[in-house]
C-alpha cells in the first residue's frame, strides 16, 4: 500500500465497518491544490493517479499536475490513469482473449510461464453483440433467434469458455442476458469498490471509486452513474488488463449547466438528440463533458444515463454527472445491497464529492448553459446522429434531402413524386407455419436468412383487436401480403440500443402507445421488419407486470432478443421483393430505431436513410409507414371505425408513464434476474469447452486463430525511421468511420474475405458478420476497407474495398494502375515490401471505437495514415498497433494536392529523437518525375506513445515489459 503524500484517512464504510481511503480534501489541505474546485470528473481521475501513485509508473508530478489543473488552460500533460475494472462485449472481447491467448502462447515458445499473461484488473465480458433480428413479429422470434445465434457463433462460445477458465479474474455474462452498457449498470457497477490490503501492522480494506474503460465506445453510459469511464480500442484495454495505466492528456472539462425540466411530451431520447447537436456545436471532442446544476439535479439515473451514452456522437471523451441523491436511490431501487449503498454514498461524502454542484461552484474550462425546457420532440438523421429535427420538420426535411445533391448531404433525386408506391408481393409460396416452426427445424440447417421465413414472421404477425380473430386477420394479412413502397417508406422499425432500453420511462412510454394505438384497431404494414431488443430482462419483466408487452406484441414489437441487434447492424435481412424494388426502382427507404448510430450501411446496407428517435416514436412511425410525414398536424392511419389518428391520441402523459413506472420495478426483481448466469441459460452449459493455460489452436476454425502479432518477436525493439518508396492504398474523403475501415456487418460473398471463406467450404448462409470474426486475423484482413459504402478516391465512382496497384516505387515505366480489391493490391504491394499509406480528410475513424481497424491496417502494410484530423480512439489504436498517424496542417488535403495515387511516397525527418507532436515531412513524387514536399504533424500524442510506436504497437511493449521482469 503506497501512500506518497500521506493521504490515507479512516472513514465510516457503514455498516459497522471502517475503511481507508485517499483523501482528496487531505491533499488541499496540503496545499497541492484547489481541488475542490476542481470537476468532480477530473477529481475522481486524480483520487486514482494518488492512490497508484509509487514513483515508477505514476509519479508525485502526475498528482502534483493534475491537482493543479487549470481549467482555461490545462497542461498538455498525460495521465496516467489506472481503472478499477474492464469491460468488454463479445466483439471486441473475442479478439482481446484471443490476443491474450496468443500472448501466452508467444510466452510458452519463449520458453517463460504463460500464466504472467494474465488480467491484473476484473474483466467482465457481455455476450451481446451476437444476436441477430432473423425472426420477429412472433412469439417464438426470442427462442428462434438465440438458436441461430448459438449455431453460428458456437466456436467463439467455446473459445469463450476457454478463456473462462484460463483467467481467474475473468468473468463471462453469457448470451441472452442482456446488454454490456445496460448490465453494467444494473448489475456490474457498485459506486465504490475496495481492496484488502497490508498496512499499518494490519490488513485494511481500502476504498476507491469505481472506475472503467470499456471497449465499446458507448460505455459512458455508466457516467450517468456518477463513475468515470469510457470507451477504448482493444488494445488500450489489452494494456488496461496487463497493468499498463490508460494514458490521456489532460483534458478540458465543458461543465454544461442545467435548468428547468422537460415538458410533457418530451423524453430523455429527445434531450439527447438535443444535447448531441448542442455539444457537436461546441466542439467538445477529446473534452469531458461535466452535467450540473439544479436540472441535472431533478434528473433520474435512466435520463442521465442515456445522455452519458452518447458521449461518442457529441464526440466527448465522457458525458459525466456527478454522484447524488438520485445516484444512491438508482443502486437501491436496482437491488444494490444496502452495505453497497451506504459505503457508495459515505465514501463521496468523506471525499466532499457529494451532491449535484450549482453554478459558481466549479471552474469548468468551457461553460454552457441548457434550459430542459427547450427541449422539443425530435429524430436525428438521416445519416448522422448530431442532425437533429424537430419533429414536425421531419417529413419536410426528408423531402428537401431527396432532391439535394449528392456532394452535399441529399440523394440527388430528380421530379419525386412521393406518391409513386411500388407493389410489393409478400406472400410467396412460404410454409403458413414456419413461425411456429420447432426449434429442431433451425438446427437441422433451414436457415433463417431465407427469406421466406420471413414473409411467415410478417403473414403471422398476430393483429390488433379489431374484432377479427386473429386467425383470420393473420389469413387476411397473409394473402393480401403485399405492400407499396416508395422513397420514404419505412422498412426497420427497431426497439433498439441500450441507449433507450435502459431507460424504463422511454420503455413504458412505447408500450403505453402501442395499447392506444392496438385498442383504436391501428396496424402496421406488413413492410415494416418491426422488433424490440430490450438491453436485459428487467425490460421484460416490467413490460409483462403492466401488461404492455402484450400490445407491443400485437403491433409485430415482439422480443426478438436481449442484445444490441439493430444498434449493431444485426437487423437481419429483409424480404427479398423489398430488396429488389429498393435495388430496381433505387429507393431511398427509411428505418427508425431508438439507437445512436445511423451512418450509412450501419443499420441495413439497402436502407440509405436512417432516423434515430425514442421507442415511442419508433412504434408511431411504424404504424404511420413513412416518415415524409409531419406527425405533430398529419394523422397516423385510421382506427377501427375509419376515423383519423393522429400522434396526440396516442402519446401517453407524463404522469400515465410514472404511475405504470412505479408499479413494475421492484429491487428484488434485480436480484433475482442478476444472479446464476450459467444456470439461466442451458444452452450455455451445453457448449463443450477446453481447459488449461495454453490454448489449443485448431487450423480448421475459421472464427479462432492464432494472428501474427509475435511471430520472429525478438527482445529488442524497433526504431523509429524514415518511410520511402510508399505507394497509397486509399484516398478517402472526410467522416471514414471504423465501419468503412473494419465493417461489422454482413460479408459479402464477391468480397475478399467471401471469396477466402468459400475457399474454406463455408456457403455464404453460413458466413456471419465480421463482427462474429474477429477472432481470426485471415478473415478481418480480408475486410479490412471493404465497407460497401467506402469510396477510393483512387477510383472516381466506386464504391467498396477497390483501389489501384501501380506497382513497387520507381517502376518504370510509370503503370496506369490496376483496378483491384484493397486485400489484393496490399498482397501484391507486399510482395515487393513496398510500404503503403492511407490519406483521409477529417474525422478519420470517428464511429465506434474498433481495434481491427488499426489491426487490419497494419496487417495490410499500411505504415501511416496521414490525414486532416482523427478521431480520438482510432488514432491512439493506430499507434497502439505501429501504424503512425500524421496529420495534414491547415488547409491542405490530398485534394488540394492533386494527389490520385499514382504518387511515390516518403515520409522524412523521423528518427528516435521525434518527441509527440513533431513536424515530419511529406514527400511527393508525381508520375512525372516531379517532387514536392509538405509538413505533416506526428499525432502521436503522449511519450508514452513514442514508446509503443518503437516497439511496433502496444502488445510487443507489454510482452516485452512482462519477459523483462
Ligand atoms: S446496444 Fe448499441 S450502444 Fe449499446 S452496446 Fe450494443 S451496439 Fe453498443
Given amino acids: 500500500m503506497t501512500d506518497e503524500f500521506k493521504t490515507l484517512q479512516k472513514f465510516d464504510a457503514g455498516s459497522g465497518h471502517q475503511g481507508l481511503l485517499h483523501s482528496l480534501p487531505a491533499l488541499e489541505e496540503q496545499g497541492v491544490g484547489k481541488i475542490s474546485r476542481l470537476p468532480v470528473s477530473i477529481r475522481i481521475v486524480l483520487e486514482s493517479v494518488l492512490r497508484n501513485c509509487d514513483g515508477k509508473k505514476v509519479r508525485p508530478k502526475d498528482v502534483e499536475t493534475l491537482a493543479n489543473w487549470n481549467a482555461k488552460a490545462p497542461a498538455n500533460e498525460e495521465i496516467p490513469f489506472v481503472v478499477a475494472r474492464i469491460v468488454l462485449q463479445d466483439f471486441t472481447g473475442v479478439p482481446l482473449v484471443v490476443d491474450l491467448a496468443a500472448m501466452r502462447s508467444a510466452v510458452k515458445r519463449l520458453g517463460d510461464d504463460p500464466k504472467i499473461i494474465e488480467p491484473l484488473v476484473p474483466v467482465d465480458l457481455v455476450v451481446d453483440h451476437s444476436v441477430q433480428v432473423d425472426f420477429f413479429g412472433s412469439a417464438k422470434a426470442l427462442q428462434l433467434n438465440l438458436e441461430m445465434e448459438f449455431k453460428r457463433n458456437r466456436e467463439r462460445y467455446q473459445f469463450l469458455k476457454w478463456g473462462q477458465q484460463a483467467f481467474k479474474t475473468f468473468q463471462l455474462i453469457p448470451p441472452g442476458i442482456g446488454i454490456v452498457h445496460q448490465v453494467n449498470l444494473e448489475y456490474l457497477a457498485k459506486g465504490v469498490l475496495s481492496k484488502k490490503s497490508e498496512g499499518r501492522g494490519h490488513e485494511a480494506e481500502i476504498f476507491y471509486p469505481d472506475t472503467l474503460v470499456g471497449t465499446d465506445s458507448h460505455t459512458t453510459m455508466i457516467n450517468g452513474l456518477g463513475v468515470v469511464g469510457w470507451g477504448v480500442g482493444g488494445i488500450e484495454a489489452e494494456a488496461g488488463m496487463l497493468g499498463q495505466p490508460v494514458y490521456f492528456l489532460t483534458p478540458e472539462v465543458v461543465g454544461v449547466h442545467m435548468k428547468g425540466q422537460l415538458r410533457e411530451g418530451v423524453t430523455a431520447t429527445d434531450l439527447v438528440l438535443h444535447v448531441t447537436q448542442l455539444l457537436r456545436a461546441q466542439k467538445v471532442v477529446g473534452k469531458f463533458v461535466e452535467f450540473y446544476g439544479e436540472g441535472a439535479a431533478l434528473l433520474p439515473v435512466p435520463d442521465r444515463a442515456t445522455i452519458g451514452n452518447m458521449s461518442p456522437e457529441y464526440g466527448a471523451t465522457m458525458g459525466y454527472f456527478p454522484v447524488d441523491q438520485e445516484s444512491i436511490n438508482y443502486l437501491r431501487a436496482t437491488g444494490r445491497s444496502d452495505e453497497e449503498c451506504r459505503a457508495f454514498e459515505n465514501y463521496f461524502r468523506a471525499q466532499n464529492m457529494f451532491g449535484m454542484p450549482r453554478k459558481g461552484e466549479i471552474d469548468y474550462s468551457v461553460d454552457v448553459d441548457l434550459d430542459l425546457a427547450d427541449v422539443e420532440p425530435s429524430v436525428a438523421g438521416p445519416k448522422r446522429p448530431q442532425d437533429r429535427i424537430n419533429l414536425p420538420e421531419l417529413g419536410r426535411t426528408f423531402r428537401a434531402l431527396l432532391e439535394q445533391p449528392v456532394q452535399d448531404g441529399g440523394y440527388g ?121 430490450p438491453g436485459s430482462r428487467i425490460v421484460s419483466d416490467y413490460l409483462d407486470k403492466t401488461g404492455l408487452q402484450k400490445y407491443l406484441d400485437q403491433l409485430g414489437f415482439n422480443l426478438v432478443g436481449y442484445g444490441c441487434t439493430t444498434c449493431i447492424g444485426n437487423s437481419g435481412p429483409l424480404h ?89 420495478l421492484r429491487p428484488e426483481t434485480f436480484r433475482k434476474l442478476y444472479r446464476d448466469f450459467a444456470d439461466q441459460n442451458p444452452k450455455w452449459n451445453e457448449i463443450p469447452a477446453s481447459t488449461g493455460d495454453i490454448y489449443q489452436w485448431d487450423e480448421k476454425s475459421d472464427y479462432i486463430h492464432e494472428p501474427p502479432f509475435f511471430e520472429n518477436f525478438s527482445m529488442e525493439p524497433g526504431h523509429v525511421e524514415e518511410i520511402r518508396g510508399a505507394r497509397a492504398l486509399g484516398i478517402f474523403g472526410d467522416s471514414v468511420t471504423t465501419d468503412h475501415i473494419s465493417p461489422a456487418g454482413a460479408i459479402k460473398a464477391t468480397s475478399p474475405a467471401g471469396e477466402y471463406l468459400v475457399s474454406r467450404g463455408i456457403a455464404p448462409s453460413d458466413f456471419n458478420s465480421y463482427g462474429s470474426r474477429r477472432g481470426n486475423d485471415l478473415v478481418m484482413t480480408r475486410g479490412t476497407f471493404a465497407n460497401v459504402r467506402i469510396k477510393n478516391l483512387m477510383v472516381p465512382g466506386t464504391e467498396g474495398g477497390v483501389t489501384k496497384y501501380f506497382g513497387a516505387a520507381g517502376k518504370l515505366p510509370v503503370p496506369r494502375g490496376e483496378q483491384m480489391s484493397i486485400f489484393d493490391a496490399a498482397t501484391k504491394y507486399a510482395e515487393t515490401k513496398t510500404p503503403l499509406i492511407i490519406f483521409a480528410g477529417h474525422e478519420y475513424g470517428a464511429g465506434s471505437s474498433r481495434d481491427w481497424a488499426a489491426k487490419g491496417t497494419r496487417l495490410l502494410g499500411v505504415r501511416a495514415v496521414v490525414a486532416a484530423s482523427f478521431e480520438r480512439i482510432h488514432r491512439s489504436n493506430l499507434v497502439g498497433m505501429g501504424v503512425l498517424p500524421l496529420q495534414f496542417l491547415d488547409g491542405t488535403s490530398a485534394q488540394s494536392l492533386g494527389l490520385d495515387g499514382s504518387e511515390i511516397f516518403s515520409i522524412t525527418g523521423l528518427s528516435d529523437k521525434v518527441r509527440p507532436g513533431h513536424r515530419a515531412t511529406l514527400e511527393i513524387q508525381g508520375k512525372d518525375g516531379k517532387s514536392r514536399s509538405v509538413p505533416a504533424k506526428l499525432r502521436i500524442d503522449t511519450p508514452i506513445e513514442i514508446d509503443y510506436y518503437r516497439h511496433g504497437g502496444i502488445l510487443p511493449f507489454v510482452l516485452r515489459q512482462l519477459l523483462g521482469r
Fill in 576 to 664: 427479398p421483393n423489398i430488396e429488389k424494388a429498393i435495388h430496381e426502382f433505387d429507393l431511398v427507404a427509411a428505418s427508425v430505431l431508438s439507437g445512436n448510430r445511423n451512418f450509412e450501411a450501419r443499420v441495413h446496407q439497402h436502407i440509405k436513410a436512417n432516423f434515430l428517435m425514442s421507442p415511442p416514436l419508433v412504434v408511431a412511425f411504424a404504424l404511420a409507414g413513412r416518415v415524409h410525414i409531419d406527425l405533430s398536424r398529419e394523422p397516423i392511419g385510421k382506427d377501427k371505425h375509419g376515423k383519423e389518428t393522429f400522434l396526440r391520441d396516442l402519446w401517453p402523459s407524463l404522469s400515465e408513464i410514472r404511475e405504470t413506472m412505479q408499479s413494475a
Fill in 413 to 533: 433525386k430528380k421530379n419525386v413524386d412521393l406518391r409513386e408506391k411500388h407493389l410489393v408481393q409478400l406472400n410467396g409460396s412460404a410454409p403458413r407455419d414456419r413461425a411456429m416452426a420447432s426449434t429442431d427445424e433451425v438446427d437441422q440447417g433451414i436457415n433463417p436468412g431465407d427469406e421466406r421465413n420471413k414473409i411467415e414472421m410478417v403473414a403471422n404477425r398476430p393483429t390488433p383487436d379489431t374484432g377479427k380473430d386473429i386467425e383470420a386477420a393473420s389469413s387476411e394479412m397473409f394473402t393480401h401480403g403485399q405492400s407499396r413502397i416508395g422513397h420514404g417508406s419505412v422498412l426497420i422499425a427497431a426497439i433498439t440500443s441500450c441507449t433507450n432500453t435502459s431507460n424504463p420511462s422511454v420503455m413504458i412510454a412505447a408500450g403505453l402507445l402501442a395499447k392506444k394505438a392496438v385498442e383504436r384497431g391501428l396496424l402496421i404494414d406488413p413492410a415494416v421488419k418491426t422488433s424490440l431488443a
